[in-house]
């Protein structure tokens, strides 16, 4: 499965980019339109004030969880990722028909455990010729369809247990993006430390690394710690200007953090790509103070 998903993997960004240039300009069965416009719901808009809530409700919704709800008896949540994908597919290839095992449409890493996280492109092309038949469009959907299932399968796979039995969690997923009228992609990846010995479960640590890339402001992503009530930020740009915007904002980070009821620590900025060894849980160097 890794194996095949690897070569047929593509953005889900890439999907939505298409299923938005087709909507309404195409004559596609009623099913299929339907079918698209839940993949589209599943996008994460930052066009409105984002918070933690809806993050979690994304995060929830990526399709990386769907089998082990079913296997636990629960209902997969009303625009999981991977459930949209699966019913699009079924309404394509019901009027499609069988088509051949697709191509990616764009090269990607595929998600590693523990790997570096990199969003190298700010925008998803919709690749939609306007001139096309209904029927070339929706083998276009129908392709980037199977790719973005690809994705997510590589993504399970990175979330599965460690094979060593050590304790703790490790999740990897993608999150389709909407910023203005830009199609992108948020990588992200969560990370748990496991319970050992007498430590309070409160006092887990956690970690999140998540990258992006935006076209005003380029590449750019943070890791995130929590341990207790203690957290750390580190922040990465790669276009300088981005880097220096990310550091005057950070008195106001810091006092967010507290409002919250959390121990601001080491907060920085790093400037330029991210390094290949990511900082454990909850320890930041800041090597330029």
């Keep these: ?105 764009a090269m990607m890493a595929p998600p590693v455990r523990g790997g570096v996280m990199r969003a190298r492109s700010a925008h998803e092309p919709s690749g939609i010729d306007p001139t096309a038949t209904p029927e070339e469009a929706g083998k276009m959907l129908l392709e980037r369809t199977d790719a973005a299932l690809s994705r997510i399968r590589l993504h399970q796979h990175a979330s599965l ?60 992503g943070a890791q995130v710690s929590l341990r207790g009530e203690a957290t750390g930020v580190m922040l990465w740009a790669t276009e300088p200007e981005t880097a220096a915007m990310l550091e005057s904002e950070l008195p106001e980070l810091r006092g967010a953090l507290a409002a919250t009821g959390l121990q601001p620590g080491a907060i920085v900025v790093r400037r330029g790509e991210p390094s290949a060894a990511p900082a454990p849980s909850g320890h930041f160097l800041d090597a330029q103070t």
């Design 1 to 105: 499965m890794v194996q095949t998903s690897a070569q047929r993997q593509g953005s889900v960004a890439a999907l939505t980019a298409a299923a938005t240039a087709i909507a309404g300009k195409f004559a596609l069965p009623e099913p299929v339109a339907r079918a698209a416009q839940q993949v589209l719901a599943g996008r994460l808009s930052l066009n409105t004030p984002l918070d933690g809530a809806a993050l979690q409700k994304a995060v929830l919704g990526s399709g990386i969880f769907q089998e082990n709800a079913l296997a636990t008896g629960q209902t997969p949540a009303q625009l999981d990722m991977k459930s949209a994908l699966l019913t699009l597919r079924q309404t394509l290839t019901n009027w499609l028909g069988q088509q051949p095992a697709p191509i990616a449409a």
């Design 161 to 220: 247990p460690d094979p060593t039995g050590k304790q703790g969690g490790d999740w990897s997923l993608d999150l389709p993006m909407l910023i203005g009228n830009h199609q992108t992609l948020l990588q992200m990846q969560i990370h748990r430390d496991g319970k050992g010995g007498a430590e309070q479960d409160g006092e887990r640590g956690w970690q999140m690394r998540f990258a992006l890339n935006l076209p005003a402001l380029g590449e750019l």
